[in-house]
């Protein structure tokens, strides 16, 4: 008997997955500003659904709220811009706002259990919604655009923005993907399975939450940062909309609550949805929201956790497993 | 005088919270769980007083009244069918099948009704306009009172039925330990169903008095939970009386706001809530040793 954690599969698809991420990069080079607008929105939606999933599936924490971090990321951008910064610059700033910001947020959220966490969360994106609108310099309730992009040739500035979105995506994913492999990864899925026996094995819960509950908001902003350089334009009614909470929550639930892949394969569906969609519509919204509800009820770990359990696939590893002994015991992811 | 008056008016509208909140509170207390789709629901209510309104030219009331038993109805079936499910499946499943729920109802409203604002005002009659001036600064609507009064007689008659009927024995004895309940031969399900259906129908009535009060949407219902649920979470969760002076307390601070700036009415309930709730949870104790 022994312990694994790479098999051949999962070490051909980790380093296949470094050369799609290098395929994607000349995606600007080759496609036209359309296509590369529309992958932009792809890789935002991958991003917001690994963090809500590092968020619900390990910390056991959710959030119906992590729009005022998109609104964080997205406002920060505008505001930084507005005061002469690059506006590449002003991204990157913008996002370690958002992250920034998040610490404080946690002292506070961090000690709020189930539902008070994910309405208590609400209330602040609701909140930092409303002090958007007090203002007039940011557009007050109508939003605003964000003009000195305009100084970058289209073409050019959508390949700069999705190559930014695409390096966001790589830092995110493999930021999470080291954090699960580490000793600390260990104590974070031991939370995502039992919070209370975790804590009697002496793993500090409090803290690794914080960990989390900071990456996402990190992540959270890079994806507002991200929104806000793809379409141009924001406005408080729509960035820091409960609507982002519930495409993070349909993108985890189908893919795979508290799996690596998972996620990643809910935010790829989500894409070919609004891609075949394209009008969305209220039915649309509604196949959506009992999708959702339904793999709640009776698929807790989604679509990535069937095929983990049925094909005993493991693509990119962030567990161990147990092999040669007659019962396939498995351990971790 | 006008902060007298903006008090009398936080008073009004904080029974109004209190009653949309009340539903929450309850399945809070006896299951422990938050359904997102609260406010939706209270919405739903409104809209089928609405079409009765709209098929049969009834009053506000008398289309509630008629409302009501459908409302009941679906509180059990949403028990049978979804919550219970989920209660089985831990901590979190509630929320997320709730957030779901929360998504269709809102979306088939759309469906059904358009986005086009309604109001069930014009069919409620005089009570709209109707109100008692003291002084030219100073006044009572009868709506105010009204709902005034029928939120103290529905947290009175959910007092009367949990401390003197046997159903209401039987609900205690479940919220308190279900388990233990199950063993003295109280079925939990069916207490559990019958709580849900109470609660939906007070969210339909909450929804009525929205629709009378002001106009309202297909996407009313996720403001109508976060107010249910901060009067819920300000008062206390899990105390009946305390949802009523919390809805009060959060009518306070929005009229009380609004006295300052308009725009700041809302902000200023938002405040108190997250004010409680680090009160109550001591997020100070935490940042002084980041501090350090």
């Known amino acids: 008997m022994r312990v694994e954690r790479w098999t051949r599969t999962s070490k051909v698809f980790t380093g296949g997955s470094a050369v799609v991420a290098f395929a994607l990069a000349s995606v600007p080079l080759i496609f036209d500003s359309d296509v590369v607008q529309k992958l932009t929105n792809l890789l935002i939606l991958v991003i917001l659904a690994t963090m809500w999933n590092a968020l619900a599936g390990y910390g056991g924490l959710v959030s119906v709220g992590q729009q005022a971090f998109i609104g964080i990321g997205a406002y920060g951008t505008v505001y930084l811009a507005g005061m002469g910064v690059s506006p590449y610059v002003a991204m990157l700033l913008a996002m370690v706002l958002a992250g920034v910001l998040s610490v404080p947020i946690s002292l506070f959220a961090l000690r709020l259990r189930a539902a008070q966490f994910a309405i208590g969360m609400w209330v602040i994106a609701e909140v930092a919604s409303l002090l958007v609108r007090l203002d007039k310099n940011l557009g007050a309730g109508t939003g605003i655009s964000l003009i000195q992009m305009n100084q970058f040739e289209p073409n050019f500035r959508q390949a700069y923005t999705f190559w930014m979105a695409l390096g966001f995506t790589v830092l995110f994913l493999t930021a999470l993907f080291f954090l699960l492999r580490s000793p600390l990864g260990a104590s974070l899925q031991a939370i995502r399975d039992d919070e209370d026996a975790a804590r009697s094995l002496g793993v500090r819960v409090a803290s690794r939450k914080r960990l989390l509950f900071v990456l996402a908001g990190f992540g959270c902003g890079a994806a507002g940062v991200l929104v806000v350089a793809n379409t141009l334009f924001i406005e408080p009614g729509s960035v820091f909309s409960v609507q982002w909470s519930a495409y993070m929550i349909f993108m985890v639930l189908v893919g795979g609550l508290g799996t690596f892949e998972g996620p990643i394969l809910g935010a790829i569906l989500l894409f070919a949805i609004q891609t075949t969609f394209t009008q969305g519509g209220p039915w649309y919204l509604v196949g959506l929201g009992a999708t959702a509800a339904l793999f709640a009820l009776v698929l807790p770990r989604g679509l990535w956790g069937v095929i983990e359990g049925r094909l005993g696939l493991h693509l990119l590893p962030v567990g161990y497993r147990v092999v040669g002994s007659k019962q396939k015991a498995e351990l971790g992811a | ?292």
């Open chain 2, 1 to 292: 005088m006008t902060l007298l008056n903006a008090i009398v008016q936080g008073i009004f509208l904080g029974a109004f919270y209190a009653v949309l909140a009340c539903g929450l509170s309850i399945m809070f207390g006896v299951m422990r769980i938050i359904n997102l789709a609260h406010g939706d629901i209270a919405v739903l209510g409104a809209y089928l007083a609405f079409v009765v309104v709209e098929h049969t030219g009834a009053s506000a009331y008398v289309a509630f009244a008629a409302a009501l038993p459908v409302m009941l109805a679906l509180g059990y079936i949403l028990q049978i069918t979804i919550l219970e499910r989920s209660l089985k499946a831990g901590l979190l499943t509630p929320l997320l099948a709730t957030f779901g729920l929360s998504i269709v109802i809102q979306n088939l409203l759309l469906i059904a009704f358009s986005p086009d604002v309604r109001s069930l005002g014009p069919a409620a009659g005089a009570l709209t306009s109707a109100s008692w001036h003291v002084t030219s600064e100073l006044s009572f609507s009868a709506l105010g009172m009204v709902v005034l009064a029928v939120a103290v007689v529905v947290f009175g008659a959910l007092q009367l039925f949990l401390s003197r009927t046997r159903a209401g024995w039987a609900m205690r004895a479940t919220a308190e330990d279900a388990d233990a309940a199950e063993l003295v031969g109280i079925d939990s399900r069916s207490v559990y169903a019958r709580a849900t259906a109470i609660a939906v129908a007070i969210a339909a009535l909450g929804g009525l008095f929205l629709a009378i009060r002001s106009v309202f949407d297909p996407i009313s219902g996720p403001t109508q939970l976060i107010f249910a649920f901060e009067a819920v979470v300000i008062g206390g969760m899990g105390s009946l009386w305390g949802t009523l002076l919390g809805g009060i307390a959060l009518g306070l601070a929005q009229t009380l706001g609004a006295e300052i700036q308009p725009q700041f009415a809302v902000l200023a309930g938002h405040l108190l809530f997250l004010a409680v709730l680090i009160a109550r949870f001591g997020g100070g104790r935490l940042s002084l040793r980041v501090a350090r």
